[in-house]
């Protein structure tokens, strides 16, 4: 079973600030993909990066792929309380996604 | 553009009682998906169909869950008979197998709670 770890878990910040979040895999994925999820509502999804070393970004958000296709982090300049939720990574297997367990981000006002 | 739509998007059962939860998916996609998410376990995968077959359903905690795509607009997830370790928010979605990276779009959830 492939597993997907991210860290932190939990992260409270002032808007402004600058934060980074980390998933990690000891398995190699086709595929990895960020989602973002509001309270009541179910995942969205960011961005998806396919290729080894590669880097997107979509406005304030900077999210790259490791060059072995194990590991990802996603980068958020100058959060915003509108950033606050829930951010799933997950890895493509097959047909399927394996997520992560999340982190949950707070930026408070 | 509809997205994937569930129902119900509430329900309070007692223990016992049979649970049916309800997924229509994007139109056109082709591969279905069935998660339930809990602060615990996080997002797990439960079932997924591929064509209207299932393709992958060792996700499925046990007998007292199962699902069905009678066709491609449409499948039930069914638990029966329900334990208070059930409640959870159970989420559809569905994906265009094939299409890059796999999108996989979800629908509101459908919340749970076993008393």
């Known amino acids: 079973t492939q597993l997907l770890e991210q860290s932190p878990q939990f992260l409270s910040i002032q808007e402004g600030e600058n934060l980074t979040v980390y998933c990690n895999s000891s398995?190699?994925?086709?595929?990895l993909q960020w989602y973002r999820q509001e309270p009541g509502e179910g995942p969205v999804l960011l961005v998806t990066?396919?290729?080894?070393?590669e880097v997107k970004k979509l406005k304030r958000l900077t999210f790259q792929f490791g060059d072995a296709r194990k590991d990802s982090s996603l980068h958020i300049t100058a959060a915003q309380p509108g950033d606050t939720g829930l951010y799933l990574c997950a890895g493509g297997d097959g047909n399927k996604l394996v997520f992560g367990a999340g982190t949950i981000l707070r930026v408070k006002s | 553009d509809a997205g994937v739509i569930q129902s119900p998007r509430h329900e309070v059962t007692e223990m016992g009682q049979e649970v049916t939860l309800r997924c229509k998916p994007i139109?056109?996609?082709?591969?279905l998906f069935w998660y339930r998410q809990t602060m615990m376990r996080g997002l797990e995968l439960l079932i997924y169909f591929n064509n209207n077959v299932p393709i992958d359903d060792s996700g499925m905690p046990e007998d007292r869950f199962s699902a069905k795509m009678p066709n491609a607009s449409f499948s039930t997830l069914k638990i029966q008979p329900s334990e208070p370790r059930d409640s959870a928010v159970y989420f559809c979605a569905s994906s265009l197998q094939g299409a890059p990276g796999n999108t996989i779009y979800f629908g509101e959830g459908s919340w749970l709670t076993v008393v």
């Open positions: 139109s056109g996609h082709n591969s």
């Open positions: 990066v396919v290729t080894g070393g």
């Open positions: 398995s190699v994925f086709s595929s």
